[in-house]
């Protein structure tokens, strides 16, 4: 790939000198630069289809990448964001509330991953502690309540791993979640828009309908943490993720998703607008067809879809 | 047991024994172990004899699924469920199938938990119990599928079910199947608990990861083995995370009841009548 990137960054530094001395000479070259541009796409197709599941966990983790909130703000209207678990704290980690899209009212919860430092410090890198699982729960209960379908937005390295995260139960508040999810009477669809990792994005990713941006990751850990635990080498992290089968190529064969969500060359952040409204027909199309099921068709649907994974043999 | 408790067996008591006070001159290696508690050296049938417990200081080592179900369950009303669902390798993960065969011939097990019906005291139940001699207890697909039928098993016949816990976590050779077995445990069990049916967790050393996150924590009553290592993250990745030493009994399951994830501490010598007892309580009125 690191070629192919040289090759782009020449082409484009040629292209810029044509341009310029088009411009400053009024010689006519759009012929050229026509080729050249040309050119550039075929170069950015072939280099972003090769890409490594390595090179996928960079632009799942890439610092602009867009967040929850972003793709909150562009895909629905008048979000307004609920706060806390109404036991211990708000865990900035994860944000919740309500929203309308195509004038229908949902409860919208994500993972906050911070789009700087400081943001990151406060959202603690989008890894959430027990409290911002126990929001999250307290959220889709109220939309069970109100008969509002719930869209989640997936982008975590992981459940935070501290010593107050196990004194609040850590792992209970996980679990309750995938339980209460499995059985939340209305419907819930999961979109994975960066990582998804281990324990920690599976507690919103119980749904109807499951999906993954192109470039995002889903995985039972980071690629550094199955380094560590398997080889204890964190450092093998590059290795682990050839071998985990992360991408969303890898979940949509093993029918762990529903389907992928294409991005435009070089990731989501090249263009949030039309990843945008590619998320929003999903949402759409899935909330039609989600709403004509009967409550126990959805329920048993959404049970017998996580009842099937699994690789075993029956002798 | 009541055997047990007149016997006069004398232990050595220094922590660490000299070579001369070593009591095993004659005695080929592997008989004897030290106790991780009191730290002394015992011999090792004493230990078996006892239910896998120090005869010194009442430390709890860790059981076989086996040796668990000899304890637990009525003599020869065991009925054993799908044990010859066997192991895949979906990832096509280097070297796991030889890794699984090793298991299977040092644990006598072909998975990380056996699952089926017994009685307790007459009472019967649904029971699935952990081995952390299988490649640490780990979940994979087959542990998924054997935990989910057990509890589907239940809810049908309107059973309660009894989980015995001892795991790392989820299986790493699987995966993102391993993950989703959390889900699919998880489901089970919110129908099992929706016919209204009693499930009781025991947490066994150790009980971690993907299992704490998924069925460990789920049940009605949720029970735990004396100094049993429980938690979500596993001690060395916290410590590396926040960069201090974690204070002492740190995830044990003292530290879980004092924080009020667990109902109750049982000792291990207790177990079986005190199951016994919270099915009496349990039994449905017709
Ligand atoms: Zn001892």
Known sequence: MSEVNQNLEQLENKLQA?????????????????????????????????????????????????????????????????????????????????????????????????????????????????????????????????????????????????????????????????????RLKTPVISIVIGEGGSGGALALGVADKIYMLENSIYSILSPEGFAAILWKDGSRAKEAAQIMKITSEDLKNFEIIDDIIKEPLGGAHKDINEVSKRIKEIIIKDLKELGNLELDQLLNRRYMKFRKMGKYQNN | MIKGLFKKTKYVTTSVPSQEKAPTPNIPDGMWVKCNSCEQIIYKKDIEENNRLCPNCGFHFRMSAKERIKLIVDEGTFIELDKDLTTLNPLDFPQYEEKIRQQEEKSGIKEAVITGTGRIYGEEAVIAVMDSFFLMGSMGSVVGEKITRAVEEATERRLPLIIF????????????????????????????????????????????????????MLADIIVAEPGALIGFAGSRVIEQTIKQKLPEGFQRAEFLLEHGFIDMIIRRQDLKKSLGKLLCLHKEVK
């Open chain 1, 18 to 182: 044509l341009k310029e001395f088009s411009a400053s000479h009024g010689v006519d070259l759009n012929k050229e630069i026509k080729a050249i541009e040309e050119k550039i796409h075929e170069l950015k197709i072939e280099a972003y289809r090769n890409l490594s599941p390595w090179d996928k966990v960079n632009l799942a983790r890439h610092s602009e990448r867009p967040t929850s909130l972003d793709y909150i703000d562009e895909i629905f209207e008048d979000f307004i964001e609920f706060h806390g678990d109404r036991n211990f704290r708000d865990d900035p980690a994860i944000i919740g509330g309500l929203a309308r899209i195509e004038g229908k009212v949902v409860t919208v919860i994500g993972h906050q991953k911070g789009r700087n430092i400081k943001e990151n410090i406060k959202r603690n890198f989008g890894m959430p502690h027990p409290e911002g699982y126990r929001k999250a729960l307290r959220l889709m209960k109220q939309a069970e309540k109100f008969k509002r379908p719930v869209i989640c937005f997936i982008d975590t390295p992981g459940a935070f791993c501290g010593i107050g995260a196990e004194e609040r139960g850590q792992g209970e508040a996980i679990a309750i979640n995938l339980m209460e999810m499995s």
């Open chain 2, 165 to 216: 816990c001892a795991s790392g976590g989820a299986r790493m050779q699987e995966g993102i199947f391993s993950l989703m077995q959390m889900a699919k445990t998880a489901g089970a069990i919110a129908r099992h608990d929706e016919a209204g049916l009693l499930y009781i967790s025991v947490l066994t050393d150790p009980t971690t990861g993907g299992v704490t996150a998924s069925f460990a």
